[in-house]
């Protein structure tokens, strides 16, 4: 007489795992088998339970990962504790790949979702929709868009830069515009040299360049060669001849009046250049003296005395049988 324990039929039942198939919902076998001598219908139907389990679990361990992109549908998460999609990280990564995402954990609330636009290449998602950013003007709001635009002004330049976690501004002055201090030092501001060669039609040129004449403006213009005397012009950055007269706007400037490397203060007027009355008598200077005529009529002219000698101060005037002369004054 043959009998079988729990334990024996486990293991008989085991033995079958290789060959035979398990229909676990009925805990039957699809090819029936004959009971052992003393084994009882319970004993055979406990070992058959017990070979369920144990094929389950062996078949749980061997089982691998699920591949959600390839092996899921119609995934929920709303039951799960707590879902993770992106990376994080204090600092954007420096390498990246199209339609990456990553969340900067140092970024302020509404800039810390960063895509990867392109390789190596993250632009935070603001949501693009109206409404994201309001700007304003001194405490003035000017208006609410998804975009603010930066242009640059008459003198001053604006650097952008996109850093990766902010756009960085940098506002700076534009020095061929705007007066500096150090420019108004060097005196090239209002600085006009002449180099045309000629005594009584002037060319000069300034930096920058003059873009048309303003009226009142002031030049400091340093003439190349004495002038001539009579009719002159001024011609600044090719923007065409202007007349220069002295300060009555009438008369013609006279031989003296421009002299070669000395700066003369000129204003525009309109039409014409006035030149600035000098405060202090011509000769003084040391230029050479021109013959009284009308044109210098009623000049004051200094002459330097040497050791020994006197000052001379003299005025051009004429006598009642109109000769012009220098008339000593001192």
Not at 34 to 51: D, F
Not at 262 to 284: C, E, H, K, W
Request: include cysteine.
């Amino acid at each position: 007489m043959h009998t079988t324990t729990p334990f024996a039929s486990i293991t008989f039942y085991f033995a079958f795992c290789r060959n035979r198939e398990v229909d676990v919902k009925y805990f039957a076998w699809k090819e029936p088998l004959c009971l052992s001598e003393g084994e009882t219908t319970m004993t055979r139907l406990n070992a058959k339970l017990l070979w369920v389990l144990c094929c389950s679990a062996i078949s749980m361990i061997a089982q691998t990962q699920l591949d959600l992109r390839s092996q899921s549908k119609a995934v929920d998460f709303q039951t799960a504790p707590f879902t993770k999609p992106l990376k994080t990280g204090s600092v954007l990564p420096v390498t990246c790949t199209l339609g990456e995402l990553f969340f900067p954990t140092t970024a302020g609330p509404g800039n810390n979702i960063y895509a990867c636009v392109s390789t190596n290449t993250w632009v935070v998602q603001t949501g693009g929709g109206a409404g994201s950013a309001t700007i304003q003007n001194s405490g003035v709001t000017v208006g609410t868009r998804p975009i603010l635009n930066l242009s640059n002004g008459a003198g001053v330049l604006l650097a952008t830069s996109d850093t990766g976690q902010s756009i960085s501004v940098q506002s700076g002055l534009d020095t061929s515009v705007a007066l500096t201090k150090a420019a108004e030092q060097s005196g090239e501001t209002l600085l006009c040299s002449s180099s045309s060669g000629s005594g009584t039609t002037y060319t000069c040129s300034m930096l920058p360049i003059l873009a048309t004449y303003s009226s009142g403006m002031v030049l400091h213009w340093i003439p190349d060669v004495d002038g001539l005397g009579g009719p002159t012009t001024l011609n600044v950055d090719s923007l065409g001849a202007i007349p220069v007269k002295l300060a009555d706007g009438v008369t013609d400037p006279a031989p003296g009046d421009l002299v070669a490397n000395q700066m003369v203060g000129v204003t525009y007027n309109d039409s014409i250049f006035l030149l600035i009355s000098r405060l202090f008598p011509a000769g003084i200077l040391g230029e050479a003296q021109p013959t009284c005529s009308a044109a210098v009529r009623g000049r004051l002219w200094f002459v330097a005395g040497s050791s020994g000698n006197k000052d001379s101060l003299s005025v051009c005037a004429k006598d009642n049988l109109n000769a012009y002369a220098w008339r000593i004054v001192y």
